[in-house]
């Protein structure tokens, strides 16, 4: 079975700074999908960025970013100029290309942005 | 469009007792997924339906069972409340393709 790993439990950024979230994963699929997503106190989660693996270009969604490297296996996600609406659980996920819908999720990253 | 819902958000039983929880997705969306997020584990997977079939199923105990209605609305049931079920339990929805899942906001379990 596929595994996410999120290896910082707690981070924290000052705010207008930049902080990067590490993820590493375990797969033998060479076609799958990687996101992350954000969970903020209210518990909702949200979509923040999502990669196909066949694509190269890392994905960018105005201050997120990734850094996708297949070979390592790893999917860090860089947010710039972190702004107090950052401050959330973050989860990285990985989903198969192949069998539905099950995603597999990290324990998460919790961030904190300090004024 | 609606985004995902779920009932009830909070809810306290005792242990021994069952529980139904339901989720209703984005409108056109035909796969839920359930997933069990406690602070120690994280997210783990329960199952997935789609089109009324369960298609995914996660490593839980058969205490946990779910289905799903023709208009793709979901139900999850926990039998013999255990006080481990404690936790927030979230429903997810796509279309079914290859697409994002979109979140409800969860369902609170306490089991005292």
């Known amino acids: 079975a596929q595994t996410v790993t999120q290896s910082q439990p707690e981070m924290s950024v000052q705010e207008a700074e930049t902080v990067t979230l590490s993820c590493t994963y375990d797969?033998?699929?060479?076609?799958?999908?990687l996101f992350w997503y954000k969970q903020p106190p209210s518990r909702q989660m949200i979509l923040v960025i999502r990669?196909?693996?066949?694509?190269?270009q890392n994905a960018t969604e105005n201050r997120f970013s990734v850094n996708f490297q297949k070979a390592a296996k790893s999917f860090s996600l860089k947010i710039s100029d972190s702004q107090l609406g950052d401050a959330a659980m973050y989860f990285c996920a990985y989903r198969s290309f192949n069998t539905g819908n099950q995603f597999y999720f990290g324990t998460g990253t919790s961030l904190t942005v300090i004024p | 469009k609606a985004g995902v819902t779920q009932t009830p958000r909070y809810l306290i039983k005792t242990r021994g007792q069952q529980v139904t929880l339901s989720c209703s997705p984005i409108s056109g969306h035909r796969s839920v997924s359930w997933y069990q997020q406690t602070p120690g584990q994280g997210l783990q997977f329960l199952f997935e339906y789609f089109s009324e079939t369960q298609r995914n199923k996660g490593n839980f105990p058969g205490r946990f069972s779910g289905r799903q209605f023709s208009n793709s609305r979901s139900e999850m049931n926990v039998s013999t409340l255990e006080l481990g079920d404690s936790a927030l339990y979230l429903c997810?929805?796509?279309?079914?393709?290859?697409?994002?899942?979109?979140f409800g906001p969860g369902t609170r379990l306490t089991v005292t």
């Open positions: 797969t033998s699929e060479s076609d799958y999908y």
């Open positions: 990669q196909e693996a066949y694509k190269q």
């Open positions: 997810a929805s796509t279309t079914g393709g290859q697409d994002e899942q979109y």
